[in-house]
T-cell receptor, first 112, second 120 residues
Framework: RKEVEQDPGPFNVPEGATVAFNCTYS??????FFWYRQDCRKEPKLLMS???SGNEDGRFTAQLNRASQYISLLIRDSKLSDSATYLC?????????????FGGGTRVLVKP | GAVVSQHPSWVICKSGTSVKIECRSL??????MFWYRQFPKQSLMLMAT?????????EQGVEKDKFLINHASLTLSTLTVTSAHPEDSSFYIC????????????????FGEGSWLTVV
């Protein structure tokens, strides 16, 4: 089983619609979680951190479910510019230091 | 905000030659930098963790003699792909950790722009 798993998609989303997808992680000791956005042939960029209480940033809402070991990202009122690959990142703090593990990414295509 | 600069953005080299990629933190000191590799349609795979002034820690399956990492200062880490082969062609990305005074939960990771390596 992979440490961090995501549905690769693509999720084809009509403009203005809502899309949501999850990311599961295998290590219950994982301590912090992030969603990154990666455009084609570019570096990943931090979209938002994911807090235990859930958090919202504009049209984006992230949630963490520790019991079931998954995080989710919801995008409301999708824009064409939201088309990208969304990477789930899990941080595990080890004695040797932090270790970030990336999921395989979920591709989202927003269409007119 | 914090910026990580990676150079070169694109490089084409002949098989058997070595290529050096630089990763610089521009406005903060980075005691730890990370090197990733990403093949097409795949996620980022951590290659190694680079600590300033000490040897890098390589992930399982990554040849340390082939991928030489040097972190000589708090703002610069370099990755040298030695005796490059076509299968080393990939997108290499570095990231650096910045200590945020206002974040009690930990650190913020910033990525370089990435370097596309093509070995012919």
């Amino acid at each position: 089983r992979k440490e961090v798993e995501q549905d690769p998609g693509p999720f084809n989303v009509p403009e203005g619609a809502t899309v949501a997808f999850n990311c599961t992680y295998s290590n219950s000791a994982s301590q912090s979680f992030f969603w990154y956005r990666q455009d084609c042939r570019k570096e990943p960029k931090l979209l938002m951190s994911v807090y235990s209480s859930g958090n919202e940033d504009g049209r984006f809402t992230a949630q963490l479910n520790r019991a079931s070991q998954y995080i989710s990202l919801l995008i409301r009122d999708s824009k064409l510019s939201d088309s990208a690959t969304y990477l789930c990142v899990v941080n595990l703090i080890k004695a040797a230091g932090n270790k970030l593990t990336f999921g395989g990414g979920t591709r989202v295509l927003v269409k007119p | 905000g914090a910026v990580v600069s990676q150079h070169p953005s694109w490089v084409i080299c002949k098989s058997g030659t070595s290529v050096k990629i630089e990763c610089r933190s521009l406005d903060f000191q980075a005691t730890t930098m990370f090197w990733y590799r990403q093949f097409p349609k795949q996620s980022l795979m951590l290659m190694a963790t680079s600590n300033e002034g000490s040897k890098a820690t390589y992930e399982q399956g990554v040849e340390k003699d082939k991928f030489l990492i040097n972190h000589a200062s708090l703002t610069l880490s370099t990755l040298t792909v030695t005796s490059a082969h076509p299968e080393d062609s990939s997108f290499y990305i570095c990231s650096a950790r910045a200590l945020d005074r206002f974040e009690t939960s930990g650190n913020t990771i910033y990525f370089g722009e990435g370097s596309w390596l093509t070995v012919v």
